[in-house]
């Protein structure tokens, strides 16, 4: 299971930390990522790290203002998000893939990961 947290309502240029925590022992065989999704708009792809977080993708839209990063000891992976714009107001989810398709645009779609969170809600105000 994976449990989303910390969203919550920010203003423009502010700063979030979502966390997502997963149960079981196995975190570090899982590839994680996480995505968003704005009202009436298709769920897209935000960023993903690889099992032991060396490797690190990010869409272009938040390249540069988002980390990815994990702790595989804690079974916890984060997404810190800088300079918040309006536009990145959506719901993020984590999710995780055994990473078996975890290779070229695969890596980037949803239907690549098997496993998701709840979502949490990330407001940012102009």
């Known amino acids: 299971q994976l449990q989303a947290s910390g969203g919550g309502l920010v203003q423009a240029g502010g700063s979030l930390r979502l966390s997502c925590a997963a149960s079981?022992?196995?975190?570090?065989?899982?590839?994680m990522g996480w995505f968003r999704q704005a009202p009436g708009k298709e769920r897209e792809f935000v960023s993903t790290?690889?099992?032991?977080?060396?490797?690190?993708y990010y869409a272009d839209s938040v390249k540069g203002r988002f980390t990815i990063s994990r702790d595989n000891a804690k079974n916890t992976a984060y997404l810190q998000m800088n300079s918040l714009r309006p536009e990145d107001t959506a719901v993020y989810y984590c999710?995780?893939?055994?990473?078996?398709?975890?290779?070229?645009?695969?890596?980037?779609?949803?239907?690549?990961?098997?496993?998701w969170g709840q979502g949490t809600q990330v407001t940012v105000s102009s």
């Open positions: 079981g022992r196995t975190f570090s065989s899982y590839v």
């Open positions: 999710a995780a893939s055994e990473g078996s398709k975890w290779n070229g645009n695969q890596k980037y779609e949803h239907q690549t990961y098997d496993y």
């Open positions: 790290i690889s099992w032991g977080g060396v490797t690190t």
